[in-house]
DNA sequence: TAATATAGTTAGGCAAGCCTAACTTTGCAA
DNA sequence: TTGCAAAGTTAGGCTTGCCTAACTATATTA
């Protein structure tokens, strides 16, 4: 078996490595533009281009001083796996929890960095379980709603 | 209205202030010790001192050097809130979402400086709501566990 | 009560991550 | 094609938060 050097990521660089996953684009045609990066995230130009070293040395991002922003295979791997604990979190806060959007979007951004597999499945599975089980024609995560529409 | 300083505290303090709020106990009779502290967080000792000084020019906790470690009322808050969300989210990822104690457990104590009022309190009506919930007999909790069981 | 072990502090250093200001490169328009 | 604006980089500085090593205070025990 060959060594698995665990790729060991900071919140920080996640947040990049997500970034640019997300300008990209599917089908990775798209380009990520340091400028659209420090936007997304609201850090300087001169972050990201520390950034943007850092992941060039971790090899999960082509990157060149004035040159294009691609990504490699890896880094590709990586920042899929991000963006989905992202989007499963994100849609348990939205569709299940019923909290607003944008507390919603925020609280997943974070979370989405300290919450591991394991969580991230088994929250998955829940989905599933609320969403799929029917009572009296009414899935649980309406029934759900109603609850805390009256309690709360 | 009185103005309101809003404690904008970082996760680590967040932990120290937690920490301290653990080994004080119920009632505030013990005292916390720096080394205990150190050991809790694994830490230096070193680092906890630095942190008790920031604590306490943040009016947090009564520290003096080589003195007693105590909490003023506004520290116990602040600590209360911290160790509530932490106790309600690992109760959410053993009792709910059925994950192994020792990872909830570091989950949570993540999570708990990540996740704002908004999701741990849904969170916990969803709790409320998936015990309370009887369906043939059974919790909805019951349920879900037969479900990922089969299905995990 | 004096020696020593334990607890706690100080000093100094390092890495991550952010910033602003100044500089360089690139690309578009006249 | 030249010149300027926009994009990108470099340099240097700041904060947080951690560390180790060395020092000081406290407490125990002989």
């Not at 070293?53 to 791997?77: H, S, W």
């Given at each position: 078996m060959a060594?698995?050097?665990?790729?060991?990521?900071?919140?920080?660089?996640?947040?990049?490595?997500?970034?640019?996953?997300?300008?990209?684009?599917?089908?990775?045609?798209?380009?990520?533009?340091?400028?659209?990066?420090?936007?997304?995230?609201?850090?300087?130009?001169?972050?990201?281009?520390?950034?943007?070293?850092?992941?060039?040395?971790?090899?999960?991002?082509?990157?060149?001083?004035?040159?294009?922003?691609?990504?490699?295979?890896?880094?590709?791997?990586?920042?899929?796996?991000v963006a989905k604990r992202h989007e499963i979190l994100e849609s348990f806060f939205t569709d299940i929890l019923g909290i607003d959007p944008n507390i919603a979007q925020q609280a997943a951004c974070k979370a989405e960095h300290v919450l591991g597999q394991a969580v991230i499945v088994r929250l998955l599975e829940l989905m599933d379980f609320l969403r799929d089980y029917e009572k009296d024609g009414r899935s649980l995560t309406d029934e759900f709603r109603a609850f805390y529409e009256i309690k709360g």
């Open positions: 060594i698995k050097t665990k790729t060991k990521l900071t919140a920080s660089l996640e947040d990049y490595l997500e970034a640019i996953f997300n300008l990209i684009g599917p089908g990775g045609f798209k380009v990520a533009r340091s400028k659209d990066i420090a936007e997304v995230l609201e850090v300087s130009q001169a972050s990201v281009t520390g950034a943007l070293r850092t992941l060039a040395e971790k090899k999960l991002v082509n990157y060149k001083p004035y040159g294009f922003i691609t990504m490699t295979p890896k880094g590709a791997v990586e920042a899929e796996k």
